[in-house]
């Protein structure tokens, strides 16, 4: 029997996140979650939010766990997980809106490529997308405990790791979003806001 997953990083951030989205979001009516995880940040966020339709999204193997948060909260506005792998053709459609936390320094920089570049062409103009997690600047780790959880990453997958902020905005002007908010949040990470430009 799957037992409910539990992420204290998602205790954690999730309050001050929240606080980011509910002027972010505050316009928005479906929003897709890439990399949903346990589950729990769904479960705060669209409880918050109950203007919003919330989609859940992960690889299958995380699909039950999630579904025990989803099950407990019972939210009307909350969506059962799709498998998405964002290198994969098909995506789930339809949505102004996306959020990930904590997926940019664990998937392969081919994978981030793609998940940006997927973001932009499916977004309508306008649309939203808010992104959680440790990023470098001009090169620069911003802490000791930034560069050791990269140490960290690499040893466990030498395609993992913290991306470079610069890069990270050139993929998205290429796909045609634009910064409109640079957060900082606790624990050394930053909450980037992009607006979907035509």
């Known amino acids: 029997m799957t037992e409910k997953p539990f992420a204290p ?28 995880g346990t589950g729990q940040h769904a479960v705060h966020f669209a409880a918050a939010l ?6 859940t999204s992960d690889l299958e193997e ?20 799709v498998e998405l792998d964002v290198t994969q053709a098909d995506w789930p459609e339809g949505f102004d809106a996306v ?38 600047y001009n090169g620069e ?7 050791g959880f990269d140490r960290w990453l690499k040893e466990i997958n030498p395609a993992r790791g913290i991306r470079d902020f610069e890069a990270v905005e050139q993929l998205a002007n290429k796909a045609g979003l634009r910064l409109v908010a640079d957060h900082a949040m606790p624990a050394n990470n930053r909450l980037l806001v992009w607006r979907k430009q035509g």
């Open 9 to 36: 990083s998602c205790e954690n951030n999730k309050t001050p996140i929240l606080d980011i989205l509910l002027d972010a979001f505050s316009d928005r009516t479906l929003v897709l979650e890439i990399g949903s």
């Open 50 to 55: 109950p203007h919003l339709q919330w989609q």
């Open 62 to 81: 995380n699909h039950a766990g999630i579904k025990l948060w989803l099950e407990e909260a019972a939210l009307d506005n909350l969506h059962p997980p």
């Open 99 to 136: 959020f990930t936390a904590n997926t940019t320094h664990i998937m392969p920089w081919t994978a981030v490529i793609e998940m940006i570049g997927r973001i932009g062409e499916q977004l309508p103009n306008g649309g939203v997308f808010c992104q959680y997690g440790p990023f470098n």
């Open 141 to 147: 780790f911003t802490s000791p405990s930034n560069a």
